[in-house]
Each structure stands twice: as structure tokens, then as C-alpha cells.
């Protein structure tokens, strides 16, 4: 047998070997009177200067339907305490959850199914000290006896989109283009305007309250005129560009009265010069 017939024969077993260790996962389809069993995924070591270990976690699917079209993504670590960071890519996911029982010696990492006719599927890998990725053989899993410490890790949530294409940051319940659960920080921002621009404050027949309205207003409502209140922004928050025209009003609106002010003032001044001048 030739080199090249060799190495052609070793390079298909190498290959063959690569699509069984990376094929394998579970595909988990229930009915609707399955119970909600329980699948372990995966099991590290309490933290130790020797765990160098380190699982991977994906979940397709949800449901059987088309809205639980995504992919959930765990990376999972138990070296200084556990630590669980998650991902959400292209939609909603439910059916089941992600759970951590404390076995007496180790902590087990276990799928829950929450809810009837679940379709996933599930793949778990894990890293050792060596860096080698093997992957885990899922299995039904028996909580009894262990403890369920599930409660006490909330995973931190890297990104999240959803099947109508939001993405949330820190959050996996996007309701706009872009939530983010946390501060933000930017060197600009722009915003298209979807409200006019207050420069009709500005135009003749501008219905400009008097200061002695805007008093009245203030003591009956506690806040400015076309401003919501306090209670209303803790409760709904506010829209950036629709605040920012309003606030702009109030200054234009004060500029106004400033200027009014101005004319009265001088007329003032000119009342005082004439009267000293008779004198």
C-alpha cells in the first residue's frame, strides 16, 4: 500500500472520528404527558487551584413553535465560585430552564423542562486543564438528594435578540431595536427627530402663557406646563428627542419672557431718566 493510499485511509478515519465527537447532542421532543424531567448537561468541580475546567453549553429551539426559533448559549465556570454567562441569538426561548444542584461533591448543571410539547436540542461540552474539548453525554437526571442552588446563581446576560430582530444588552427581553439593561457610554449620539422642532414658539399667534398663568399652573399641577411629572417619568421614562423639544420650548419660551422683560425694564429706565431730568 502506498504513502498517499495511507494517509488518504488515516485522513478519512480523522475525519470520521471529528463528526462523531462534534455530532453528538441530545434532541429532546416531549408531548404533553411527559412530566417536566430533568437533563444533566454537565458536571464541575467546587472551586479548587486545580479546576481548570470549563463548560460550554448550547440550546436550540424551545417549543414547537416557530417563535422559539433561537439559539441559548451558556459558558459556565466553578473556579473562584460559579460564574454563568448567557447568551440569546434569534429568538425567544421557553419550555425549560437552566439548573445547578450542589451533589455533595460536585455541582451538577441540569436542563428542566417547564412546560408541555418542549423541542430542543441540547449540546454540552466541556474544557479540561489540557484544553480539550469533550463532549458531555446528556442524560435524564434524578434531583434527589442534591441541592438545588439554582436560586443563588443568576446568570449574567451578555446579549440577547429575539425572533423580531431587537437585541438587548444585560437583558433578555428586548423591547425596542436596542435595550440596554445598564449605563451607556458614548463619544456622540444622534438622534432623528420625530417630533417638530419648537421654533414655532417663535411664530406669530404663539399662545405664550403669562407668567401669572404659569404660576397658577404650577401650584395646581406641581410641574411646568406640556412637561409630565415626576411620577410620570418614574413610571414610564422618557423619550429623548420628545424631551429634549420640549425642554428646548421652555427655553425658547424663556427667551421670550426675558426679552419682554427687557423691554419693560427699559421702559422703566427711560421713565426714571425723563424724571430726573425734571428735577
Do not use: C
Request: aromatic fraction near 8%.
Amino acid at each position: 500500500m502506498t504513502t498517499s493510499k495511507i494517509t488518504e485511509i488515516l485522513l478519512f478515519f480523522m475525519l470520521l472520528g471529528a463528526s462523531v465527537i462534534y455530532a453528538q447532542g441530545r434532541l429532546i421532543k416531549l408531548g404533553s404527558n411527559n412530566g417536566y424531567p430533568e437533563y444533566k448537561v454537565g458536571q464541575l468541580p467546587y472551586s479548587s487551584g486545580s479546576n481548570f475546567q470549563k463548560i460550554k453549553l448550547e440550546i436550540f429551539g424551545g417549543s414547537w413553535h416557530n417563535n422559539t426559533l433561537g439559539e441559548n448559549t451558556y459558558h459556565i465556570s466553578t473556579r473562584d465560585g460559579i460564574k454563568v454567562t448567557q447568551e440569546v441569538h434569534g429568538g425567544s426561548y421557553d419550555r425549560y430552564i437552566l439548573k445547578i444542584y450542589d451533589n455533595g461533591s460536585n455541582y451538577d448543571f441540569v436542563v428542566k423542562i417547564t412546560g408541555h410539547y418542549p423541542l430542543i436540542y441540547v449540546r454540552s461540552r466541556i474544557m479540561d486543564s489540557d484544553s480539550i474539548l469533550t463532549e458531555n453525554v446528556i442524560l435524564e437526571y434524578d434531583p434527589t438528594g442534591k441541592t438545588d442552588i439554582s436560586s443563588q446563581i443568576i446568570p449574567t446576560v451578555l446579549y440577547a435578540s429575539n425572533n423580531n430582530g431587537d437585541v438587548g444588552i444585560g437583558t433578555t427581553s428586548p423591547d425596542s431595536k436596542l435595550t440596554v439593561k445598564g449605563k451607556i457610554h458614548a463619544e456622540e449620539v444622534k438622534v432623528d427627530l420625530s417630533v417638530p422642532g419648537p421654533d414655532y414658539v417663535f411664530k406669530e399667534g404663539y399662545d405664550l402663557k403669562t407668567l401669572e398663568e404659569v404660576q397658577n399652573y404650577i401650584k395646581q399641577h406641581g410641574h411646568l406646563p406640556n412637561i409630565p411629572s415626576a411620577k410620570e417619568m418614574e413610571v414610564n421614562g422618557i423619550l429623548l428627542a420628545e424631551m429634549n423639544m420640549k425642554l428646548l420650548e421652555k427655553i425658547e419660551e424663556l427667551t421670550l419672557y426675558t426679552l419682554e422683560q427687557e423691554k419693560k425694564i427699559e421702559a422703566m429706565l427711560l421713565r426714571i431718566e425723563n424724571l430726573e431730568s425734571k428735577n
